[in-house]
């Protein structure tokens, strides 16, 4: 399985996950694998992929975590670390990231994403150098994301096999 199968897998569990709605109308909805029957103000737990549809048609509002606080924390947090040191980040911290801001307009939009940008930033300089030191260890791993994960593995074999090539076996 390749990095980008692994995070659509990822992705895929995440929508599927249950999240708080509340609905703006009364409405009933029964077909495969979901019945929902729900009156005007009731707040229901509901699949991710269900509510996101309905919220686009304006039907309910997702009652999610409110990621404009998780980001900001995020930065903060990373920037108190040292260079050879991450916070901890929940494994879909940019699945949730990346899903809310599709949701919202493009003024904000822009400005999220550019902080997103500055955290990623942030983090995949350290991970660079993490990777190319040593092995993941296990405290390591349960502070990545999952697409973090990833690009850890590829660059950590990438730069081994970089090092073997011009310096041989020997270590």
Do not use: C
């Not at 390591?140 to 660059?155: G, N, P």
């Amino acid at each position: 399985m390749d990095i980008s199968e692994l995070i659509q897998m990822h992705s895929i569990g995440y929508r599927l996950q249950d999240v708080k709605v509340s609905f703006g109308y009364d409405l009933k909805i029964d077909a495969p694998e979901v019945s929902i029957d729900a009156k005007h103000g009731e707040i229901l737990s509901i699949p991710r992929w269900v509510a996101d549809v309905l919220s686009s048609e304006k039907l309910a509002e997702v009652q999610d975590t409110d990621m404009v606080v998780a980001l900001k924390q995020a930065i903060v947090k990373e920037n108190v670390q040292g260079d050879f040191d991450l916070s901890t980040l929940e494994p879909e911290f940019y699945i949730k990231m990346n899903s809310f801001l599709q949701r919202l307009p493009q003024e904000n939009h822009d400005k999220l994403g550019s902080m997103l940008n500055s955290l990623v930033r942030k983090r995949q300089g350290k991970i660079i150098r993490l990777a190319d030191s040593s092995k993941m260890a296990a405290e390591l791993a349960k502070k990545l994301t999952v697409e973090e994960r990833a690009l850890f593995d590829y660059i950590h074999d990438n730069s081994a096999e970089f090092k073997k090539q011009v310096i041989g076996d020997k270590k």
